[in-house]
């Protein structure tokens, strides 16, 4: 059974960064994309970033490009999501995904990609 278990949300002020990571209980990691989402009270959830198998391709939503980074640990079967910059329109709770099928682009971020998701974790950007 697939688990991703997210860690790193918090508070934090306009400005100042945070990191997230997400661990996988996946026994063939490297074989799937994965991705973070977000979701804010009273809006649907939105994508962020995604990153290919091995970590050779990323895809970001405009308002993070420059921002925010993800980057995966195949070893350890982890995916971060290195949050700078944060404003408060970064809060929400922020999701790890990963998907079953092979990298497709632009198309992960559709959450329909994705096959398992985790608990979510809060982050919270006060002005």
């Known amino acids: 059974q697939v688990q991703l278990v997210e860690s790193g949300g918090g508070l934090v002020q306009a400005g100042g960064s945070l990191r997230l990571s997400c661990a996988a209980s996946?026994?063939?990691?490297?074989?799937?994309?994965m991705g973070w989402f977000r979701q804010a009270p009273g809006k649907e959830r939105e994508f962020v970033a995604a990153?290919?198998?091995?970590?050779?391709?990323?895809h970001y939503t405009d308002s993070v490009k420059d921002r925010f980074t993800i980057s995966r640990d195949n070893a350890k079967n982890t995916v971060d999501l290195q949050m700078n910059s944060l404003k408060p329109e970064d809060t929400a709770v922020y999701y790890c995904?990963?998907?079953?099928?092979?990298?497709?682009?632009?198309?992960?971020?559709?959450?329909?990609?994705?096959?398992?998701w985790g608990q979510g974790t809060q982050v919270t950007v006060s002005s």
């Open positions: 995904a990963s998907s079953n099928s092979a990298w497709y682009g632009v198309y992960m971020s559709r959450s329909g990609k994705y096959d398992q």
């Open positions: 990153i290919s198998e091995t970590g050779g391709f990323t």
């Open positions: 996946i026994r063939t990691f490297s074989n799937h994309p």
